[in-house]
Structures are given as structure tokens and as C-alpha cells.
């Protein structure tokens, strides 16, 4: 951040007439409130890539990218403010990162065919692209992600689950409650008993749960938590010397804010993720010489490499490589929001193209299809390091369990169908 | 000059009764209808109506709600939250249930099911008063809502818990869902927002509102000289949830379209609309728009200004923002305690003597 | 020792050391709500400010670093110095004795015998403005708080009940700090209030401003004196919850596990506060884990702690410690 608010205001000013030519990528992002710790950083990496992609290759496709910010605070009406403010400057794709914005978001944005990216948030049953036809949740989703613990929790195991106690601590709202029809289904194929433990929003007293478990000694603890209740969970497991490797997060409940609070007690801590951690990628070293050393990196210009950074790069690359498929579809570099839709579509992330991109190995590889709007659910598990201070991937990325996950994917998309009256786009 | 009783004679009854008795105001009041009702209509787009008229117009509604328990019967409620959560989901419940019934009536339905769980938690307010009442109205707020999250029947049994309005209609044009015209749901709401201002504007001036704002002045009082503490404080309970109902319903169908319950009508939002009544003036329903106007109008704008106009970035833009409502909220409080509607008030004794005060 | 009994005395002495802790933010509201009868909505942001304040001077963080770089081009963040906790716990008293003088002389000077409601409101504002100055101040990002607490069961406790009763057990060190650290400042604040010049002006104020007034006490002086207080109940309130959770956002939120506890023990009686915040953590622990729980889903203690004061006031309508409302035509 080297340039003045002054000469900032110039900039903004003559920004005011918007150039259509552009790539629109709005970024409704919440560096305020209380989730702020977590939007932070995803804001920031998801910025950084495309000011790397304008400074060093001048764009997509000779295309230059423009990412308008708004400030949603993690707040619904905000976020519909935000979204209206910003499809009228020919706007691609969206990313909310909130569970909430999403739900509001999925019937507007299919009206106005634009296209929404949830990667690993939003409406599971989103997977099924013959019913939501502009909403994409590659490559995970939250069910993947309950059923990619349980399967670490089996190798962990030895591959036998029968009597084994699973408990799961998880946010009371539309998020928290993601996970349990699936491990309920998982947890007859597999013979575990499943205790639930609801937090209540915000959940910064969390005694009576962690009591419960200490109470009800269960092998594993699965966690689907957000913002504070992350940090007191952590916290509380410690205090009651619950074995930390035998504590699961979802990618929500896995970055370095959640575990710093607790110190070396939280050494061991897991967490699934969607991508890989780290900064040890020649991809970063373009960002340090382009972005940060020039100034450019959004917000503090600190959060490289921490997990959530990377998952607004991940992010950002996915939709950046959208917007190329996209452009070769179609023939055209200055592509619409529909022509987006189908680059989105028909994307591909194999191994070689992250290669290129300087990102190898930085993700699953996936394809998308009309019908499969949600990638193959491919999960990895890292686990935290309380005295390097950083999270290590400790497995491959894993499928999950499609028999269990896709006839639920199923059964929802068309109570949504049904209640919607959408025909099917495929 | 303009604003002034003098040369203005009734003749009859009527215009004696009327709600605005002096001219100037009743042009004043005619304009505003004409240009919200002929005008405005004609020239929003979706940017408009969805950020900035829509929740302004529910908002409005929620504030007259919540004006007529706390400003003019004196009852404190942090339970807004909860009961615009009934509103919400009630309407919910009907619109999913009978698809083929106007919007007007699952909108006019649900607040009446809200009233009824209003004046059910309003029995404790016959014993416990003041700042001690809120703890009555809390626990609605948060049993409500705990209730919505819980029990799955009144989400449809929905995998997740939200639930999302499907699309209706009303005499054939579509008022819900991601397909409607901008005027459309602009006018459905306006519809609603003119008939509460009505409602409440009448009931306030007639015997019901007198003996609400007995009580508030001294309860004992009140009783003293034959008003019946029961029925005022519970009418006004329910009356106040009726409204708040009405908005909770628009929140939900026409404005977002798909709420979950902890996010859209927790706690903060109580609050919310708590502060919109106390900015805008109690006891007053100009005050109640004033009030929605401020909080919902004054976030945005200076939002535009700073992140649209001068580029700044949108975290410095949000913290700015406030700093700036906190610091308005306690300039306005020093300059003039009563709120805006106060302020309104002093124009209007201004403007009665202009040009010539003395 | 039946298994279920043995359970059941746990969540009792975690509900009171829970307790303590609500108590402990409700005390700050006492204290204020007493001496000039207001209700200080922004007690919660006044405990995430303190906190954010203490974390900034031990890291050497550059207040309004981020509006600073964003202004001047620069990019500074950090002094490169650590103060040691007890002094920063010092330099954020003296920050938040300089806030008290800039409430009472910027806002509350002009309020003077407005309605409470008035108050409440300006109290509203107030908490919007200290949020925004607390975030651009220190940054909106989550912050480690360490100033050396310990945390974590109580390693002898379990061991001593374990074998005494064959059931360990759990009793976290924070919380056993928390209690010391509460009896501490409750007995200290009511020694002060009992035997000390400052004290007894206090809650002559408290009794009634204009025979305060007009036996010389400084009205000024005292609302200094009572917010300072009250900053310093939030400091504390916010050093023993951010060691918790780390210093971030929702600490603002700890306001509302106080607000039954205030109805339950009175606004106006700080022991009003302990007890009234003993029987609302045991209450809602004990309902969690014996009909919650097992009944009704799970997370019922939210509500729960509301309609346990609500149950009180029905029969106490001006809380457990409350001054007896006497109402005259």
C-alpha cells in the first residue's frame, strides 16, 4: 500500500466511468466485523492474483482484469448491496464466502446469468448442474468434506469403524448443520456412533460442549465452526487434553488464526483442505517481485502464504482459468458473463496446467461437466505445527464417498427443482 | 408564511378530525404520495429498489412496529428480531403452503400470527417494567430464534435450515423470486408501508393510542382514571408485533428472497430497529421514517462516497463509516435529545413564524 | 460416587466459575448504571478496546498504522519494541482513563438529567464510534493475547477428586484466576466505595445527584471516576475472555451473556452482579446438561439464561438485589 489516499481518490475518480473492455471479478469481501480474520486474508490473496496476472502478463487473454471491492461484513443485506452496486459493471463471477449471501444469492444470479463460485461453502446440493445452472462448487463441498474425515478417520483406524464414537461440534446455523445427514448415512455404513454437539452462534462459551465430550470420551472430534467459536474450540479441547490428532476441522476451522490463540497446546491440530498450504511455490516468487515488492499487494500485504491467503489465490486461479476456457470456447477475449458461465462450465484443472501456472500440485485435479457443477470431491488433511508455526498436508487428497454423498446431492437439488419449477439446463 | 393555521377554517367534522389539519402539511403530505406512488416507480432500477427503498420501506415498517410499543406505550423490546423472525416464517409456511393465495394475504396472515406470539410474550409486561422488561422481550428473541433453527418443520425438513421464497405472484405480476421487476416489489412494498403509517397514524390519535400513552406516562395513573393495564399494554403488544410481522414477512419473500434465521434476525437486528426508533424520535411516526432513513440511507451513502467516489480502500471506507454514524448519533443526541422527528418539529414552529419570528 | 451425581457437580462448579466470568462484564454496568443511571450499551466494545489497546502496546504496534500507510504512503507497523504485561496493562489504564475524561467531557457533560433512554442511546453511539476508532486503530485482524495466565485443567484437582470420589474432576486455571481476580475487585471496589473520601462521594452521587451537589461533591469528578472504573472492569473482563478466544471482534459480543445477568441481580447492586451471575451460569449449565442436551438438541443455554431471569423477575420485578420499586402517582 505506497500510494496515498489523495492521489487514491484521482484513481477512483476516473475509475467512476467504468471501461467496459475489462475483465469484471467483484471481490464482496468482509475485512470488518466478525469474521473479519478470516476475510482478511481471502480477500487479499484473491485480489493479489489478478493485479500478478495484470502486471505480468497484462491481463487474461491481453484482457486486463479489474476487481472491484465491496464490503459485506459478512452481513446478508450488505451483501445484496454489494452484489446489485456491482453486476451492472459487467461483473463475470462471484465469490461471497458466506453461506448466507450464497443462499440469497443463487436465484439473482441465475436470473441475471451471471456466475457464482463456492468453493467449498454455500449450498452443497449446488453440485447438481442440471438444476442450479450458474452455481459451481469446485472442488469440494462441506459433505465431501464429512465424508473425507470419516475416511481419514478409518485409515487411521485400520480401516474399521464399528463401535468407534465420532463427535461433532458444529456452528447452530444453515453451515454447522452441512455435515450431519451425511455422517448420519456414513455413520450406518461404518457402524460409528455419532454424537452431535451444537455451539450457539457466536460461541465464545463453549464449557458445557467440552465437559459433554469429556464426559461422553468419543475417539474423534469432527468440527464445522467459523470465526470465534474456532479459537474457544481449539482452546477448550487443550484444557481438557482432548488428543489433538484426533481432532478434525473443516477447511473453515483450519487456518493459523484458529490455533495461534492456544498456542503450543494446539500442536497436532488437523484440518481438511481443498488446497495446499504454504508459500513454497514459483508462483510466489512472481508475487513477491510483481505484487508486494511493488507495492501493489492488497490490504496489509501480510498475509502471504497463511492458509486462507492461498485459498483466495486458489480461488482466484480457478476462475482466472475459467475465464481463459472461456475465451477459447468462444473465440472472443472480451467475453460476457455468459460465455463465463461457460468457461466455468467446461473447466479443466489437471496437474500440468497448475505446473505452468507455477502452482504444481496446488490443488486436486477436476473436471467440470453441465451435470457435475461440483468437481470429483477430492479432500487432503493438514495438520498444524505449533513450533514452526504452519500448517503441513499430511495425506494425499482423497475422494470421498460418492455413494453416500451423490443420491443426497440428489434427492435435495430436486426438492429445490421441484420447488422451484426449473426444468434442468442439460 | 407557508406553515400556518391562519386562514385555514373547518367547516365540518371531518376536516376537524382530519390527520394533517394544516394545509401546508397536507400538500406537503400529498406530494410525497404522488412522487413515491407516480415518480418513483418510473425511474428505479434494481440498484435502487433492492439497496436502498426496499429495506428502507421495511425497515420503516418494523420502526412503526416497534414505536408503538416502546414511544408511545412506554414498553421496552429487544424482541424486534424475533418477531420479524415469526413474520418471516410464517409466511414462509403459508406461501409454501397454499401456492396459489395473493401474497397480500400470507403478508396480512402473517402478522397476524405474529401478534398473537407478540401478545403472549407480552404477559410478563403487566409485572415487570423498565429497562428489566427487555429481559422478557430477550427471551423471546432468543427462544425464537433457537426454535426456527431447531425444529425442522418450519424450514420444510431442508438439508440446510434456510429457507428461500419460492416465486409468487399477486393479480399476475410476479412479486417474489429472482424475476421481478424492480416497480413491482417497490410498489408491493410501498402498498404496505402507506397502510402501516395509516393505521398507526389513527390508532395513535384515537382512544386506543390515548390510553397507551397513559400508561406510559404513569402507569398507576393510568389505571387510576379507568384504563385497564391488561388490555392496553397486550393491545399494544400486539398491535406492535402485527407491524413487525408484516415487515419480518417483506424482509424475507420480497426483499432477500432466502434468510437464515440466526444471520437475518438475531440479536443485532433488534437493536437495529431499537436505534432507528430512538434516532428518529419515539412517540412519532414521522420519527419511525427518519430513523430507517438514517440507518439505512447514511451506511450506504457514505459508503458510495468513500469506495465509489474517492477510491479508498473498503476497510478504512467501513471503519470510517462507523466512526462517523457513532459520532452523528451523539451530535444529533447533544443538539437536540429527542430525535429527528424533534428537529422536524422545531422547523415546523420555525416555519409557522418565518419571516417574521418575533 | 454415582456417575451421574459425579457429573452433575462438575457442570455445577464449572456453571459458577462460568458465572464469575458473566459477572465480571456485568460489574462494569453496575458500576456506571449506579452512579449516573446509565445504561452503558457499550461496556462490551469498552472490554474489546481495552483488549485490542493492551495487545497494541505489548506488540509495539503503530496505532492507525493501516490509515497512516494509507494516507502518508508509508509503511510502518510495528516500534520493534515488547512492553511486559504489567506495564502495558498500566499504559492501557491511563489509555482508558483518558477515554473516561473525553466521555464525560465531549458527550455525557451535555446530558446531563436527560431520560435514560436519551442516555442509553448516546451510550449507542458511543459504542459505534469506539468500535470503528478501536479497528482503525489496531487493525481488524485477530490478535494473541498472553500476558501469562494460565490455562487448561486443573491438574491437581483432577488428580485429588479422582482419587478421592473415582471421578476426576475438570476445573480450568483460567477460570480459578478469573474467581481470585473477581473476589479481588469486588472486595476492593466495595472497600473503596465504604472507606474512602472518593468512595463515599460516590454513592452519595449514587444516592442522589443534587444533595451531592450542594454538599460540594464534584459531579464531574465522579462520572470521570466511575467510567474509569468501569474501563478497568473492562479491561480485566477483556484480558481473562481474549485469553480465551485471542483479541478480535466478537469479544464486543461478551455484553450479552451480562444483560440477564444484570436483570437478574439488580442494575444497581454490585453483589447483585456476583450472585446474579452464579445463578445464571450454574442455571444454564445444569439445564444444558440435564434437559438440553439429551432433550432438546443441544444449545439452549443462550435462551435459557433469559428465561431464568425472566422466571425471577416475575416474582422479584426489580431483580434479586434490586432497590425496591416504590411507584407514587
Known sequence: MKYKLGTLAVAGLMAASPVMADLVFPSLSYRTGPYAAGGIPFADGYADYFTLLNERDGGIGGETIRVPECETAYNTEKGVECYESTKGEGALVYQPLSTGITYQLIPKVTADDISMLTSGLGRTSAKDGNTFSHVFNFPANYWDGASVAVKHIMEQEGGDLSGKKIALVYHNSAYGKEPIRTLQELSEKHGFELKEVPVDHPGQEQKSQWLQIRRDKPDYVIMYGWGVMNQVAVQEAANIRFPMDKFIGIWWSGSENDVLAAGAKADGYKALTFHNVGSDYPLYDDLKTHVVDAGKAAGAGDQVGSVLYNRGIYAAMLVAEAARTAQEIHGVTDISSGQ??????????????????????????????????????????????????????????????????????????????????IEGNC | MFYREAGDFSTTYAEDQQTFPIKFDRYRYYVVLFVAIFVIPFMVNDYWVNSLFLPFLIYAIAAIGLNILVGYCGQVSLGTGGFMAVGAYACYKLMTAMPDVSMFIHILLAGVITAAVGALFGLPSLRIKGFYLAVATLAAQFFLVWLFNRVPWFYNYSASGQISAPERDTFGILITGPNTEAWATYMFCLIFTVFSALVARNLTRGSVGRKWMAIRDMDIAAEIIGVNPLRAKLTAFAVSSFFIGISGALFFSIYLGAVEVGEAFGIQKSFLVLFMIIIGGLGSIFGSFAGAAFLVLLPVLLKIVGVDWLGWPTDIVAHLQLVIVGGLIIIFLIAEPHGLAQLWRVAKEKLRLWPFPH | MPEQLAFTIEVFMNGLM?????????????????????????????????????????????????????????????????????????????????????????????????????????????????????????????????????????????????????????????????????????????????????????????????????????????WILVWSLAGFVALVAGIMWGAKSGVQFSLSLIALKALPVLMLGGFTSIPGAIVGGLIIGVGEKLFEFLIGAPFLGGATENWFAYMLALVFLVFRPQGLFGEKIIERV
Open chain 1, 340 to 421: 463465463m458461465r461457460d468457461g466455468m462450465e467446461q473447466l479443466e484443472i489437471t496437474e500440468e496446467k497448475m505446473a505452468a501456472l507455477g502452482l504444481p500440485d496446488f490443488g486436486p485435479e477436476f473436471s467440470v461437466s453441465c451435470e457435475n457443477h461440483g468437481g470429483e470431491g477430492f479432500v487432503a488433511v493438514t495438520q498444524w505445527d505449533a513450533t514452526a508455526k504452519e500448517w503441513n498436508l499430511v495425506s494425499d487428497f482423497m475422494q470421498s464417498d460418492q455413494d453416500v454423498i451423490q443420491p443426497l446431492i440428489d434427492e435435495d437439488a430436486s426438492a429445490y427443482a421441484t420447488e422451484n419449477a
Open chain 3, 18 to 222: 462460568a458465572g464469575v466470568l458473566y459477572a465480571l462484564v456485568a460489574l462494569g454496568f453496575v458500576l456506571i448504571y449506579k452512579a449516573s443511571g446509565i445504561f452503558n450499551y457499550a461496556q462490551g466494545v469498552m472490554a474489546l478496546f481495552a483488549a485490542l489497546t493492551l495487545v497494541g502496546i505489548m506488540e509495539g504496534q503503530v496505532p492507525f498504522s493501516h490509515l497512516i500507510n494509507a494516507i502518508l504512503g508509508t509503511e510502518v507497523h510495528h516500534f520493534g519494541w515488547h512492553v511486559p504485561a504489567f506495564l502495558a496493562i498500566v499504559l492501557t489504564m491511563v489509555v482508558m482513563i483518558v477515554l473516561a475524561y473525553c466521555v464525560q467531557r465531549f458527550v455525557f457533560r451535555y446530558l446531563v438529567g436527560q431520560e435514560p433512554i436519551i442516555l442509553f442511546m448516546a451510550t449507542i453511539g458511543l459504542a459505534y464510534f469506539l468500535e470503528g476508532v478501536g479497528d482503525l486503530m489496531w487493525g481488524s485482524e485477530i490478535k494473541t493475547l498472553d500476558v501469562g495466565l494460565p490455562q487448561g485443567i486443573n491438574v491437581w484437582i483432577d488428580e485429588f477428586t479422582f482419587e478421592a470420589t473415582g471421578y476426576g474432576f475438570f476445573i480450568d486455571n483460567l477460570d480459578i484466576v478469573a474467581s481470585i481476580v473477581a473476589a479481588i475487585l469486588v472486595i476492593g471496589l466495595v472497600m473503596f466505595a465504604q472507606y474512602t473520601k472518593q468512595g463515599r462521594a460516590m454513592r452519595a452521587v449514587a444516592d442522589d445527584h443534587q444533595a451531592a451537589l450542594s454538599v460540594g461533591v464534584s459531579l464531574n469528578f465522579i
